[in-house]
């Protein structure tokens, strides 16, 4: 059967009988199954998925079916599905069967999505190669000697190689954007709180985002539009209206800026540098202001994360403790004993060292001295941020300072795969929302994005212009 890369091409072929949800269903599952070399799925929901097809394909003979009728969808396994597993890719959840939906699952079920299954990620969403999983590292479709980056890279990877029409992931330091680069797929982090984070594992709460990939702009704005809003059970969520789909005049000039720091960056990959700035001359040639203005916080940008992003990460997974949920050793004699063999059997080690520099930074000796002091810095970085969107439209920058690197190649040095989240990191440090473009191939025949980030709550202003650069 046709791969579909639009969920506009599938929701006419269904409408004119000429595909059934069974069909395409069943032809995604096949796919899985062939593809099981590239360990991107964890598991799939076969017959769920089929009886709801059949469903859905009742609705829409009946002119009755939700906005995502027919649209199969994988989940990142860090976002609860009532019923199912969910394991954060981590052994210290092995077993755990979520008792809830996440907010954006129950909204995507009332849609009439289908549910496909759920896919690899870093373990609790920590690291960007998506190789720190007790399932093993995921496969870029690409290339399968090359990472899918993380660390939603099982939700890029299902997308890129047409196992899914779409899939959710999450984004705390660029885990949407760059998988999506890396993979040659839309990636989009939303503004923070305007999709709610109830039912999503926490890594840091200030900076987690579920947000959407797929193949283009359009099923990503229409994905959005249905997962986003004010949810009572999440209250940081946002009450900002939601946007509409209704397209936008792209022909009025926009102001558009791009960071001297990040073109000039030594580690940029200079082809990527001359196709940024090879864009950069044509949104000029089409009529719009593109100026470069100075950020001279680069160099802060990652330091800043990861003192706040592990001080919150040792709080949020201090729940798991061996004894309420998950896995517990057996090998204890007594409470104290059961605490640290589970958590030391069922954490990996990244994990585990984030959790230890979280907890240093928030020790009584060195909190004002890291933590606070990294929090003085993110209101300096908001700003800003700010002081440059009260002049622009829009930031350009790089998604990535390279394509997909070799599977092992940073997995045992974490600076390194720290540096990966350079450019992205920016948008979950100030909240701002960002998207991933997929652009052309680069000379190693592997993908690469570019990057825009607009003002908060302007994800559909952000969405229509990046046509202009697709």
């Excluded at 939303?190 to 900076?207: E, K, M, Q």
């Amino acid at each position: 059967m046709e791969i579909f890369r639009s969920f506009k091409s599938l929701s006419n072929a269904l409408k004119k009988s000429e595909v059934s949800c069974v069909d395409v269903t069943s032809s995604y599952l096949q796919r899985i199954k062939s593809s099981t070399d590239l360990n991107i799925f964890i598991e799939t929901f076969d017959e769920e998925a089929l009886i709801r097809a059949a469903q859905i394909d009742k609705k829409i003979s009946k002119g009755s079916q939700g906005k995502l009728a027919g649209m199969v969808i994988a989940l990142k396994d860090n976002i609860c599905y009532k019923d199912h597993r969910v394991t954060a890719s981590s052994n210290i959840l092995e077993g755990y069967i979520s008792v809830y939906n996440a907010t954006v699952v129950d909204k995507l079920l009332k849609q009439d999505a289908i549910i496909i299954g759920r896919v690899n990620c870093d373990e609790f969403a920590m690291g960007s190669g998506n190789e720190n999983t007790r399932y093993g590292p995921v496969k870029n479709p690409q290339n399968n000697k090359k990472v899918a980056g993380g660390s939603s890279g099982g939700s890029a990877a299902a997308v890129a190689a047409g196992l899914c029409l779409s899939a959710l992931g999450s984004d705390t330091g660029g885990s949407i954007r760059q998988p999506a680069a890396f993979c040659g797929v839309v990636g989009l982090k939303p503004t923070y709180s305007r999709v709610s984070r109830f039912g999503l594992i926490a890594y840091a709460s200030s900076f987690d985002q579920i947000g959407p990939i797929t193949n283009n702009i359009d099923d990503a704005d229409l994905l959005l539009e249905v997962i986003s809003g004010n949810d009572q059970y999440d209250s940081t969520s946002s009450s900002q209206p939601i946007h509409s789909t209704v397209p936008l005049n792209n022909n009025k000039v926009k102001n558009i800026a791009y960071i001297k720091e990040y073109i000039d960056n030594p580690d940029l990959d200079p082809e990527i540098k001359s196709y940024v700035l090879k864009k950069i001359k044509y949104l000029k040639s089409l009529g719009h202001i593109v100026k470069p203005v100075s950020f001279p916080y680069l160099n802060y940008l990652v330091p800043t994360y990861y003192v706040i992003s592990t001080a919150e990460a040792s709080s949020n997974l201090s729940r798991f403790d061996g004894i309420r949920f998950g896995y517990r050793s057996e090998e204890t004699s007594d409470l104290e004993s059961s605490y640290i063999k589970s958590r030391s059997d069922g954490f990996g080690p990244e994990v585990k060292r984030r959790i230890m520099l979280g907890t240093f930074v928030l020790s009584a000796g060195y909190h004002d001295a890291y933590f606070t002091k990294a929090q003085k810095i993110r209101r300096l970085l908001k700003n800003k941020t700010n002081d440059i969107f009260s002049s622009f439209d829009f930031i350009l920058s790089p998604t990535t300072p390279h394509t997909a690197f070799d599977i092992g190649k940073k997995y045992t040095d974490p600076t390194k795969m720290y540096l990966e989240d350079i450019f992205t990191v920016h948008a979950n440090l100030t909240g701002n929302p960002a998207i991933s473009i997929p652009v052309e191939q680069h000379s190693s025949k592997m993908p690469f994005g570019i990057q825009l980030m607009s003002d908060n709550f302007k994800e559909h202003e952000l969405l229509m212009f990046s046509k202009v650069l697709a």
